[in-house]
């Protein structure tokens, strides 16, 4: 075989994983947009962490997960009502993935419905059955406003 075909070869394989990435974390998505709990749960490994701006600590497993969550909904009255995804990128190694995108979820709680605009980093790990499942999750609240040109550096004079 030459390098050319390798190369291809390669790519392809890439593609592949990159397009088995995108549709694990939109079933994700959506099974969190549908408050289909098993399913979003079953994404993650057991052992996966999470860390939102939400809470005070990491949470480390998916059971502990399972339980702040069943807490909020308690205490809070907590209900995912849309989840829109957007802006997705992949990175790919050797069987492990990022995948990163903007989320916009509307929630309600007892205090009423809002619209959160976050950032996300999920990391995948490709299982031994060949499933791609979510290990670390990372939600941050996106920028207040977009970069702009008050960013830049100003010239030294």
């Known amino acids: 075989?030459?390098?050319?075909?390798?190369?291809?070869?390669?790519?392809?394989?890439?593609?592949q994983q990159e397009q088995q990435v995108l549709e694990a974390a939109g079933d994700l998505v959506a099974a969190f947009a549908e408050?289909?709990?098993?399913?979003?749960?079953?994404?993650?490994?057991?052992?996966?962490?999470?860390?939102?701006?939400?809470t005070d600590r990491r949470i480390e497993?998916?059971?502990?997960?399972r339980r702040v969550w069943a807490r909020w909904?308690?205490?809070?009255?907590?209900h995912v009502l849309?989840?829109?995804?957007?802006?997705?990128?992949?990175?790919?190694?050797?069987g492990t993935a990022v995948f990163t995108h903007a989320?916009?979820?509307?929630?309600?709680?007892?205090?009423?419905?809002?619209?959160?605009?976050e950032r996300e980093?999920?990391?995948?790990?490709?299982?031994?059955d060949g499933r791609w499942l979510a290990v670390h999750e990372h939600l941050s609240p996106a920028a207040a406003f977009p970069p702009g040109p008050a960013e830049q550096p100003r010239p030294s004079r």
């Open 1 to 15: 075989m030459s390098n050319q075909q390798e190369q291809q070869e390669l790519q392809e394989l890439q593609e």
């Open 35 to 54: 408050e289909r709990l098993d399913d979003y749960f079953a994404a993650f490994a057991p052992d996966a962490t999470f860390v939102f701006h939400t």
């Open 61 to 65: 497993s998916v059971a502990e997960y």
């Open 73 to 78: 909904a308690a205490d809070d009255d907590f």
């Open 82 to 94: 849309k989840c829109l995804s957007s802006d997705r990128r992949v990175q790919l190694w050797d």
């Open 103 to 117: 989320v916009e979820t509307d929630i309600s709680t007892r205090a009423g419905t809002e619209t959160l605009h």
């Open 121 to 128: 980093t999920v990391v995948f790990r490709r299982a031994a």
